[in-house]
C-alpha cells in the first residue's frame, strides 16, 4: 500500500476551506435561500434552519454523518468572513462556536450567510442538536440526521460535476486538457466516510495515515460497476488535515471516457451525476 501526500500538492487549508465560499452555488441550485431565515429567531442572533444544513462537498441538505465537513446557510452566522489560519487554536473562529449535541466543532469558515465546520468524530449516528454561538448570542437548537456515513466526492467549484483528481506521479490536477488515463493512479478527496481505524481526536488532525474503520464495506463505482478492491489502495487520513478522506485508485484498464463516478459505504452512496475526467489513448486525437 503506498500513501501519497497528495493533499499538500493540491490546495492549502486556506484555499480549501474558502473554495466553498461562494454560497450561490449549492443555495441556488438547491433552492435553499428562503430556508436561511426561520420565524422566532432573536433579533441580531444567528438565524438558520436545519433545511440550511447540508454537506459541504456534495451540498446535499441532511446528508450528514460524524466526521463530515458540514455547511450551513442562514443570517446573522458571524459578524465577518474569516478562515481558519494556523494561528488559530481554539475550535471556534470569528467568535463563533457551533455546538453538535453540545460537542465543540471545528470551524473552518465563518460570514454572515455561511459556516463550514467538522461533525465531530465523537458524535455518533442518529438524532443530533445543532446550535451556533455567536460571542452569547445563541442561535436556535435545530434537530439534524446523522447517517452512518455520507459519502461524497469534492469537486470543482465551477464544475461540480466534475470530481477533483490528481494524476499520478506527478500530482497534477486531471483536466479537460489533461486528463487520466486508464490504468493510472488517481488521487481522489472526499469525506463523510465515517471514523478511522483508529481513534482520532476531535481538535487534533490525523498524525499518522489510518484506513478508514468501514474499509471492506467500501467501494468506488464508475458507470454503475464496482472497482476490483485490489485497485483501491488506500481509502483514509490525510495526515495533518482534519475529516478530509484521501482515495488512492488505480482506474480499470477499460474505464470509458468520463465516467460517472460514486462512492459507496454501506446503504449510502454519493450522489450520482459526478463524473471523472478519464480520456483513453484511443479516443485521444493525435
Not at 50 to 78: D, I, K, M, Q, R
Not at 236 to 245: E, K, N, P, R, T
Request: with cysteine.
Amino acid at each position: 500500500m503506498r500513501i501519497l501526500p497528495g493533499w499538500k500538492h493540491l490546495l492549502s487549508l486556506d484555499h480549501f476551506t474558502m473554495r466553498s465560499s461562494a454560497r450561490t452555488l449549492w443555495a441556488v441550485a438547491l433552492g435553499l435561500a428562503p430556508l436561511w431565515a426561520q420565524d422566532g429567531c432573536k433579533p441580531l442572533a444567528p438565524c438558520y434552519t436545519a433545511a440550511g444544513v447540508v454537506n459541504s462537498a456534495s451540498g446535499e441538505a441532511g446528508f450528514l454523518a460524524p466526521y463530515t465537513f458540514a455547511t450551513v446557510y442562514g443570517t446573522n452566522l458571524a459578524f465577518a468572513e474569516r478562515s481558519r489560519t494556523a494561528a488559530d487554536t481554539l475550535p471556534g473562529i470569528g467568535g463563533l462556536n457551533v455546538m453538535v449535541n453540545g460537542i465543540v466543532s471545528m470551524v473552518f469558515y465563518v460570514s454572515p450567510t455561511q459556516v463550514n465546520f467538522l461533525a465531530p468524530a465523537s458524535v455518533r449516528a442518529g438524532e443530533a442538536t445543532l446550535q451556533f454561538i455567536r460571542e452569547g448570542q445563541n442561535g436556535p437548537a435545530v434537530k439534524v440526521t446523522l447517517l452512518d456515513a455520507a459519502p461524497a466526492l469534492f469537486c470543482f467549484l465551477d464544475t461540480p460535476q466534475w470530481a477533483i483528481a490528481q494524476r499520478m506521479p506527478d500530482f497534477s490536477l486531471a483536466t479537460p486538457d489533461s486528463p487520466a488515463l486508464p490504468d493510472q493512479y488517481v488521487i481522489l478527496y472526499a469525506t463523510g466516510l465515517g471514523g478511522y481505524a483508529m481513534p482520532v481526536d476531535d481538535y487534533v488532525p490525523p498524525q499518522s495515515a489510518m484506513q478508514i474503520e468501514r474499509r471492506p464495506a467500501f467501494q468506488v463505482l464508475l458507470d454503475g460497476v464496482p472497482v476490483d478492491d485490489r485497485r483501491v489502495e488506500y481509502v483514509g487520513s490525510v495526515v495533518h488535515y482534519w475529516g478530509l478522506i484521501q482515495i488512492n485508485l488505480k482506474l480499470p484498464p477499460d474505464t470509458g471516457s468520463a465516467p460517472e463516478i460514486r462512492l459507496a459505504l454501506g446503504a449510502s452512496t454519493s450522489r450520482a451525476g459526478v463524473h471523472l475526467m478519464v480520456q483513453p489513448q484511443s479516443a485521444i486525437r493525435p
